[in-house]
């Protein structure tokens, strides 16, 4: 029992940074129709601008916050230099872009901050709590970074369900033509929509690298557990999104656990496997093909 607990704590805290990734791919595909393959990339190079200026002697706080801005701005710039020229083409264009920017943010990366493994602080401890002498399995680090996602579930929700924004972006994703007829500023909302994505994996690059440490590939693994649970959850839920990561990250613990870490990735293989073949949209998917 003691050490099913253990995996249990573990592959949800861990399922929740998937969740992060998830989450920030859910946004750019609901924003723009494209998966964006250098999010975890993205992530890693602002979580080295946090470090940087954290060992430069910033507070931390302000380091998470300037990592935070540095993917927005990322993601802004990302959508207007790169994606903007080829939004017309097909696309498979943006994707070989995103492809290229996760190759080029990975050299860069080693270029800028050194290619070593560094240790990145965590905001608050990872000691696991106590209570009345009974060990509890988790931490304050594994707490904040559950309630971190959680909380951004909840605001991508209400930004798409229930605020004119987030109505504007998907219309704009789906239908640019008629959105633009109807006075909406797609441009705008396509470079909104990759910001937000971006400062998600900025988000989600915070919380892996305390566990995970910080090197130029760290959140490579990430991301495609991360594109995972999106895929479980049916790309288009930010409820799916977290559901579908946080099964991902409970099954490569538990496979770990018992089982062996080189069988892990086989756990998540079979629970999309498993997934598709009942619900080919995904758990949270729509099930029939929406009307434009």
């Known amino acids: 029992m003691r050490a099913f607990l253990i995996y249990t704590v573990d592959g949800v805290t861990n399922g929740m940074v998937y969740a992060a990734v998830a989450l920030a791919l859910v946004m750019i595909w609901r924003a723009t129709r494209i998966i964006n393959y250098a999010q975890g990339a993205m992530a890693m190079f602002t979580t080295y601008i946090a470090f940087f200026v954290i060992e430069h002697g910033t507070p931390f706080w302000l380091g998470f916050v300037i990592a935070l801005a540095a993917g927005l701005a990322l993601g802004a710039v990302t959508e207007r230099v790169l994606v903007r020229p080829v939004e017309s083409r097909p696309a498979l264009s943006a994707v070989i872009l995103t492809l290229g920017l996760l190759i080029f943010l990975e050299a860069l990366a080693p270029m800028l901050f050194g290619a070593q493994v560094q240790s990145f602080p965590a905001p608050f401890s990872r000691i696991d709590l106590t209570a009345g002498g009974t060990q509890l399995y988790f931490s304050r680090f ?43 500023r797609v441009g705008r909302m396509l470079t909104l929509g990759w910001a937000l994505a971006a400062l998600l994996g900025a988000l989600a690059g915070l919380l892996a690298a305390p566990v ?55 756990g998540s293989l079979l629970i999309l496997m498993a997934v598709l073949m009942i619900r080919p949209r995904g758990l949270f998917g729509m099930t029939r093909q929406r009307q434009v």
Do not use: W
């Open 212 to 266: 995970l440490f910080l090197y130029p590939t760290n959140m490579d693994e990430v991301l495609v557990f991360g594109f995972t649970g999106a895929i479980i959850g049916g790309l288009e839920s930010p409820v799916g999104a977290v559901v579908g990561a946080l099964g991902v990250g409970l099954a490569l613990s538990y496979v770990s656990g018992f089982l062996g870490s080189d069988l892990a990735p086989l």
């Open 142 to 184: 594994d707490i904040f970074t559950v309630g971190s996602v959680l909380c951004v579930m909840v605001l991508l929700f209400v930004l798409f369900q229930r605020t004119t924004i987030g109505l504007r972006m998907r219309a704009a994703a789906f239908n640019p033509e008629i959105a633009r007829i109807l006075g909406i």
